[in-house]
């Protein structure tokens, strides 16, 4: 109890199990600061500052995996896109990210976590005794339209999907995780194949989700990993806009503008 706080009712209403912050120390999940620098990767900092532990390597790089897989998908994605316009506004690296960032919503960004909650209805539903693929099929035909983390609007076969399922079937081989989640997302793939021409892949959302929700993490934080691996690709488009020099960019060229078609 410090002399500022004499009653402790500060350090009470601020009470964190993440930190603790005092004069010359400062400990993370109960560890010293200065153990962690040149000791402890990124990924596994997110994991110890959300979890309370440190992951085993093959953890952490499968963490990591899915952490790099997603940091950019290039200017067309909404985010991205809102990043450049807003760093031509004159508002600053910090509000172009900040900008970028409040667009990862339900409809850009949430997917993975939504796919995450259709996996966990199918295993339950397997667990309650139906055949994996009957509550495949079950869910998806109890879900809406949109299926999360299944087909691409670009891509056939997202790239990023089999390096990082093919992680994943790695770790489930050697016993690093249960293998659940992939198995869900499998079934979704197959029974959506049934009958097209053209399959419907998992997507990078499907992929992450799989991974994230292996590796024990709760639905809402597949978003939050993803927050935090696309703000990568955001802060690097954002700094990118800022060295050419335009100033309140649009999201149309100024030449196809109305004022300048004019005869």
């Known amino acids: 109890m410090s002399d500022i706080d ?16 005092e004069p010359g120390v400062i400990e993370l999940r109960g560890r010293p600061v200065q153990d962690l620098i040149g000791t402890t990767g990124l990924a596994p900092m997110i994991w110890l500052l959300l979890r309370g532990d440190l992951p085993g390597p093959r953890e952490a790089a499968l ?25 031509t506004c004159g508002i600053g690296l910090n509000g172009a990210v900040a900008s970028a960032v409040n667009t990862l919503g339900d409809s850009h960004g949430g997917a993975g976590e939504q796919c995450v909650l259709l996996m966990d209805e199918i295993i339950e539903r397997e667990r ?17 339209r949109y ?29 690093i995780v249960a293998g659940d989640h992939l198995r869900a ?15 419907v892949p998992m ?16 639905a809402p934080l597949a978003r939050g990993l993803f927050v935090l691996s696309r703000s990568i690709g955001i802060l690097a488009h954002a700094w ?24």
């Not at 004499?6 to 912050?21: D, Q």
């Not at 299926?147 to 994943?168: A, E, I, K, M, Y």
């Not at 997302?185 to 399959?199: Q, S, T």
């Open 147 to 175: 299926l999360p983390g299944f087909g691409h609007r670009f891509h056939p076969v997202d790239p990023r999907r089999d390096p990082l399922l093919s992680l994943v079937e790695d770790a489930v081989r050697d016993g």
């Open 63 to 87: 963490l990591e995996a899915a952490l790099v897989a997603a940091v950019d998908h290039g200017p067309q994605a909404p985010s991205i896109a809102v990043a450049r316009m807003a760093a």
């Open 128 to 144: 309650a005794g139906a055949a994996l693929e009957t509550a495949a099929a079950q869910v998806i035909a109890g879900w809406p």
């Open 185 to 199: 997302g499998l079934a979704v793939e197959a029974h959506l194949a049934e009958g097209r021409a053209r399959p």
């Open 6 to 21: 004499p009653t402790g009712a500060v350090a009470e209403w601020w009470a964190t199990g993440i930190s603790r912050m």
């Open 240 to 263: 990118e806009e800022t060295q050419q020099g335009r100033r309140n960019k649009g999201p149309m060229p100024r030449t196809i503008l109305p004022a300048h078609l004019r005869p």
């Open 203 to 218: 997507n990078i959302d499907g992929a992450t989700a799989v991974v994230y929700a292996e590796l024990g993490f709760p």
